[in-house]
C-alpha cells in the first residue's frame, strides 16, 4: 500500500506464469498475431467489438495493440480469434494466451484482495469481485525515439482499477 500511495505503482515478482508460456506467447504467438494483414486487424474496430479493439502504427504513435475485453471468458477469447483466422479461428493463440490469462488473473486476484484489506474494507470484496471485467491488450511497441531516457510512450492514463505490464525485452518479431 505505502508504495501504490506514494509511487502509485509497484513491481510484483510472480513467478507462476511457467517460462514455456511466456516463450511460447512472447515468441511465435505475438508474432502470429502481429503478422495478421492490416484489413484484416482493422475488421476488429468494425465489428460488434468494443471501440478501437484494434489500434494501428499512426503518425505520433509508434505501437500497434489489439484488445481482447472480458478476456478471461473463453468465449471472448474465441470470438477475438475467429474474427481474426476465419474459418477455424486459432486454437493454439486460445491455448497460450488463455493460460497466460488464467494466471494473470490469479495475481490481480491477489493484488485486489490485499489492496481491499489494507483499505479496511473487505465488506465490499463480493460486489467488487462481481464488476470486474478482465482486457487484454496485445502491444508491440517500435523501440524508442530517444535513446537517452528510453521512454517509449508518452504519459498517460490508465483508466482501471489495476494495470498489470508485462514487459518483455526487445525483438524483432518480424524477422
Given at each position: 500500500m505505502e508504495a501504490l500511495e506514494t509511487q502509485g505503482f509497484f513491481e510484483a515478482v510472480y513467478d507462476d506464469v511457467s517460462s514455456e508460456t511466456l516463450e511460447e506467447l512472447f515468441g511465435p504467438v505475438l508474432k502470429e498475431l502481429f503478422g495478421v494483414p492490416l484489413d484484416v486487424k482493422m475488421i476488429m474496430n468494425h465489428s460488434d467489438m468494443p471501440y478501437e479493439a484494434y489500434a494501428p502504427r499512426r503518425p505520433g504513435c509508434n505501437f500497434e495493440s489489439l484488445k481482447v475485453d472480458d478476456a478471461s471468458s473463453d468465449s471472448s477469447l474465441s470470438n477475438f480469434v475467429a474474427l481474426l483466422w476465419p474459418p477455424n479461428g486459432n486454437p493454439h493463440f486460445c491455448e497460450v494466451v488463455g493460460t497466460y490469462i488464467r494466471k494473470i488473473r490469479e495475481l490481480e486476484t491477489m493484488m485486489r484482495l490485499m489492496v481491499v484489506e489494507a483499505l479496511g474494507v473487505e465488506k465490499e470484496w463480493e460486489s467488487l469481485e462481481k464488476?470486474?471485467?478482465?482486457?487484454?491488450?496485445?502491444?508491440?511497441?517500435?523501440?524508442?525515439?530517444?535513446?537517452?531516457?528510453?521512454?517509449?510512450?508518452?504519459?498517460?492514463?490508465?483508466?482501471?482499477?489495476?494495470?498489470i505490464l508485462r514487459q518483455q525485452k526487445a525483438r524483432d518479431w518480424r524477422s
Open positions: 464488476s470486474v471485467v478482465y482486457e487484454l491488450r496485445m502491444t508491440e511497441y517500435d523501440a524508442p525515439e530517444n535513446q537517452e531516457t528510453m521512454v517509449a510512450m508518452s504519459t498517460h492514463l490508465d483508466i482501471n482499477i489495476i494495470t
